[in-house]
């Protein structure tokens, strides 16, 4: 078919089958076999299921659920909605049931696409509340052979229904789209109040991901992996707008246990991970080093140091001396070439990190040895690409520049302001939420707070409403402490108070794998993360952690009076399950203010012990009571004259 203007997921679909047929479009690991889709058979199974799609009553303007993890069939729902003019609506694939009834709810929900049983199970509990959810497709069949329930019609059918109609009236539909027509609905994570449905246009979706497309010169041989939740929109738009930009493979792993083994088998070119995925990555590497020879840390420790000295100016194209080069070269066969296999970035040509502050160690470890590590800066309303951190213009405490077709300033409260091409329509249903968040001027209020350096990078702090003072007048930016604390990896998890207080406080949460490896290798016996989290041995291990960062803050003047003086490792891992993180792990610490009140009176008091009774939620939906008494420890601080003798 003719495309003609390519401002559409659909019509760049139909000109990647026509351009690129027989090239892979999606890739799928199943049973341990990698399974290919070439663009020819995505856009021939995208046109068979918006036939089904249309013959069951989707009309343009309808909203469409997808609950799912990276599957090609999730890719081909998506797109098979855009094709007759739907919204489709992607929701977090591990939210309970209950999460689901207020996005079904809002955005006035009438067909849904389920992976699997257990998603099924979660949109049948919820359908008397959802009286717009009419139908319900499954993909796997599996576990559902006795449902009898009239909603549930498989995938299967409704492909093999479409594929034998008419595909006419699927053509006419997709010449109909426009670039400023809806092309998604994403609810936000809801750190702070209940979610958002952010309204983008194909317009504003495609506009960025083609622009940063091309700075990166990415292109049709490119790889990346999809592994993030697909309700995120990060996801859809590494995953999506710029695939169907630059026809490029997207590699779906088999499941997110196999994640590390199917990355390092497909090798993706072009990589994204939040600053939690880094971390965790990073705590795997610590921990088998730990296990090795000692020989091998020797070694790593010594060509370790060479590439923090020197890693990152190479990678910039800096000059380095000749001894330095052999020594990294040397370094390169040893330690990082292996290192970089293990960790699946062995092809790695550019990578990503965003979606909260990152730790300037954690940044500066993988540009070490030689991963294009980049930061860059965006949201749900602006489409992710508002900055990015141009090649040799790599920093740890940047985001970068304004990416082509970005306007940046900053409000007298330092809070950003960005007006562009990607910004967000409206949110669902909330026309003053959208008042707030764009002015008249059509500049997007981002909530976040930084300024410009001197050469014309963002630097960002932290949340506007996050940022405040102690009691003496010192800045209080508790996300910047958090993400020093979770550097090391015994720390997974951190909660930092101290908002007009006469001082900063934290909440820990240990890496039970960490931790419990650090544990057997002293021959300590424990019963499971609580009994390890109340050991003495654990808090002096935690505080050697806080220390050290106490050291490290003692160094900078704005903020050495912030150090940490007490803290307390929690009887549990903090949960989204549990309202404690979003469903994108972002740590909610007003909430877990309020919840763990007397835990946070007791660090601002005398008291070395204090008791907890708190409800937790199983993963089968059962709530339970538990019961513990808390250690609280006092940390060294240090006098900012000292800084240096301290470190």
Known sequence: MAVGTLDTFPKLLMHHAHARGARPAIREKDLGIWQTWTWKRFADEVRALAGGLHADGLRRGSHVALVSDNRPRLYAAMCAIQCLGGVPVPLYQDAVAEEMVFPIQNAEITLAFAEDQEQVDK????????????????????GLRRYKQTQLRSYDDLLAAGSKLDQSVVDREIDKGGGNDVAGMFFTSGTTAAPKG???????????????????????KDVILAYLPPAWIGQNIFSCAQAFVTGYCICCPEAPETVMTDMREIGPTYYFAPPRVLETLLTQVSIRMDDASSVKRWLYRKFMGVASRVGGALLDGKPVSIVDRFFYFLGDILVYGPLRNVLGMSRVRVGYTAGEAIGPDLFRFYRSIGINLKQLYGSTETAVFVCIQPDGEVRADTVGPAVKGVELRFSPERELLIRSGGLFREYYKNPEATRQAKDAEGWFHTGDAGFFDAGGHVKIIDRVKDVGQLADGTLFAPKYLENKLKFFPYIKEAVCFGHARDRACAFINIDPEAIGNWAEKRNMPYSGYTDLASRDEVYDLVRECVERVNADLAGEPEIANSQIHRFLILHKELEADDGELTRTRKVRRGYIGEKYEPLLKALYSADSMVHVSAQVRYEDGRTGTFSADLKIRDARTFAPAAAKHAA
Do not use: F, Q, W
């Open 123 to 142: 949109l049948l509990e919820i359908l008397p509340r959802c009286p717009t959810l009419a139908r319900i497709y499954y993909d796997n069949p599996r």
């Open 198 to 220: 952010v309204v983008h246009t194909h317009a504003s979706l495609l506009g960025p991901a083609r622009t940063a497309a091309e700075m990166e010169k990415l292109g049709e």
